[in-house]
């Protein structure tokens, strides 16, 4: 129903930056999602959330992100981004796009893209 296509990911130093990008197709219109955001995941852990923007623009971080990592969303684009500053070793992971739309559907995901960060 969605298309979720990611970009960015790849290898990054401590301290440097990647930019992570993901766009929709599908959705029919910006009005439909309700949220945009993205998880990451370590093998044998939980998924956890990192960042989401909600549709009037309110952006909610883990803790373990806030103040490093910013959420945008371009609307015409039906895209979202997350700007990862000083990245740390911990930070690395399957980075997955996710959307919530205004119905009684699942949540929509991206296949991931892995990101790494190590010296």
């Known amino acids: 129903q969605v298309l979720l296509v990611e970009s960015g990911g790849g290898w990054a130093q401590p301290g440097g930056s990647l930019r992570l990008s993901c766009a929709a197709s599908?959705?029919?219109?910006?009005?439909?999602?309700?949220?945009m955001g993205w998880c990451r995941q370590v093998p044998g852990k939980q998924r956890e959330l990192v960042a989401s923007i909600a549709s009037d623009g309110d952006t909610n971080y883990a803790d373990s992100v806030h103040g490093r990592f910013t959420i945008s969303r371009d609307n015409p684009k039906i895209t979202v981004y997350l700007q990862m500053n000083s990245p740390k070793p911990e930070d690395t992971a399957v980075y997955y796009c996710?959307?919530?739309?205004?119905?009684?559907?699942?949540?929509?995901w991206g296949q991931g893209t892995q990101v790494t960060v190590s010296s």
């Open positions: 996710n959307v919530k739309r205004y119905t009684r559907s699942p949540d929509f």
């Open positions: 599908g959705p029919g219109s910006i009005s439909s999602i309700k949220s």
